[in-house]
């Protein structure tokens, strides 16, 4: 009768969309492009600019969305009772995840779009360039498909498919804790019992996140990511005094003392105090 004993479950599913414009760019473009007309390759001939910066989106691959997916499940179990008449005390261990899973879609492999976007004529046909270090057309790029970009729906699908890519990454936060804490009296003074508290606690934090190949290796416009890991733990113990110095005198009905110390031990930077 003189202990108790409880438990909390908690399980949430949240999810995320949102939107935002094509991607966007600065790029190199060859005067003599293949999917120039003549009329245009000429013109840029005339005036002497073998290539110029094209500012453009990409609005034929429509827009880059973004979705993400989290779970969180935490479980707590905890205790309280009655040690003696003077003596309490209160425990507990709780542990918790949560997990994430991001996806961006609408994305680009820039070097693709790059290799996609310098088309050249080559044996009759519009190819992706394959250059040599003087920048001299060799040849077509193997597996390449060209994208025309110099209007609206121009774009073949093999082009789209060779550029586009979706960006993921999954992370996770864990968490585990335990504690405990011991009231009650020590001692009687003429003003009253001198009351104590003492506790424990041990917390472990660790967090994961892991990006696809592509975002670790900066292929992805605009979504780098570095694989990320890390741990740490802390330990804390204190205790607290509530010291009884007068009662039902003529400056006040009670006057307390309270003390309190706290030290903490942690993993990652060492031991501190309060």
């Given at each position: 009768d003189n202990h108790s004993m409880s438990f909390e479950?908690?399980?949430?599913?949240?999810?995320?969309?949102?939107?935002?414009?094509?991607?966007?760019?600065?790029?190199?473009v060859r005067g003599d492009n293949g999917f120039f007309s003549d009329e245009t390759k000429q013109f840029f001939a005339d005036e002497g600019v073998p290539a110029?910066?094209?500012?453009?989106?990409?609005?034929?691959?429509?827009?880059?969305?973004?979705?993400?997916?989290?779970?969180?499940?935490?479980?707590?179990?905890?205790?309280?009772?009655?040690?003696?008449?003077?003596?309490?005390?209160?425990?507990?261990?709780?542990?918790?995840?949560?997990?994430?899973?991001t996806t961006w879609h609408g994305e680009i492999i820039t070097e693709h779009f790059e290799n996609a976007i310098d088309a050249v004529e080559w044996n009759g046909e519009v190819v992706c360039a394959d250059r040599n270090d003087d920048g001299e057309v060799i040849g077509a790029l193997s597996g390449c498909s060209p994208l025309n970009l110099w209007g609206?729906?121009?774009?073949?699908?093999?082009?789209?498919?060779?550029?586009?890519?979706?960006?993921?990454?999954?992370?996770?936060?864990?968490q585990m804790s335990v504690g405990a804490t011991v009231t009650g009296d020590l001692f009687e003074l003429p003003a009253g019992m001198v009351a104590a508290a003492f506790s424990a606690e041990y917390r472990e934090e660790?967090?994961?996140?892991?990006?696809?190949?592509?975002?670790?290796?900066?292929?992805?416009?605009?979504?780098?990511?570095?694989?990320?890991?890390?741990?740490?733990?802390?330990?804390?113990?204190?205790?607290?005094?509530?010291?009884?110095?007068?009662?039902?005198?003529?400056?006040?009905?009670?006057?307390?003392?309270?003390?309190?110390?706290?030290?903490?031990?942690?993993?990652s930077t060492g031991t501190d105090s309060a």
């Amino acid at each position: 009768d003189n202990h108790s004993m409880s438990f909390e479950f908690l399980y949430a599913d949240t999810s995320a969309y949102g939107e935002s414009s094509p991607t966007f760019h600065a790029t190199v473009v060859r005067g003599d492009n293949g999917f120039f007309s003549d009329e245009t390759k000429q013109f840029f001939a005339d005036e002497g600019v073998p290539a110029f910066y094209a500012y453009h989106t990409t609005d034929t691959l429509g827009n880059r969305k973004y979705e993400q997916d989290r779970t969180t499940v935490r479980g707590a179990l905890s205790f309280e009772g009655i040690i003696s008449d003077d003596w309490s005390y209160s425990a507990y261990v709780q542990k918790g995840q949560v997990s994430q899973n991001t996806t961006w879609h609408g994305e680009i492999i820039t070097e693709h779009f790059e290799n996609a976007i310098d088309a050249v004529e080559w044996n009759g046909e519009v190819v992706c360039a394959d250059r040599n270090d003087d920048g001299e057309v060799i040849g077509a790029l193997s597996g390449c498909s060209p994208l025309n970009l110099w209007g609206k729906n121009l774009a073949s699908q093999e082009a789209i498919d060779y550029v586009s890519a979706k960006a993921q990454r999954t992370a996770t936060v864990d968490q585990m804790s335990v504690g405990a804490t011991v009231t009650g009296d020590l001692f009687e003074l003429p003003a009253g019992m001198v009351a104590a508290a003492f506790s424990a606690e041990y917390r472990e934090e660790k967090s994961k996140t892991t990006p696809d190949s592509a975002m670790q290796q900066g292929l992805i416009f605009g979504n780098q990511s570095d694989a990320l890991s890390g741990e740490f733990d802390v330990t804390e113990a204190s205790v607290e005094l509530s010291i009884p110095l007068l009662t039902d005198s003529v400056i006040a009905d009670d006057i307390f003392l309270e003390l309190a110390y706290r030290h903490m031990d942690y993993s990652s930077t060492g031991t501190d105090s309060a």
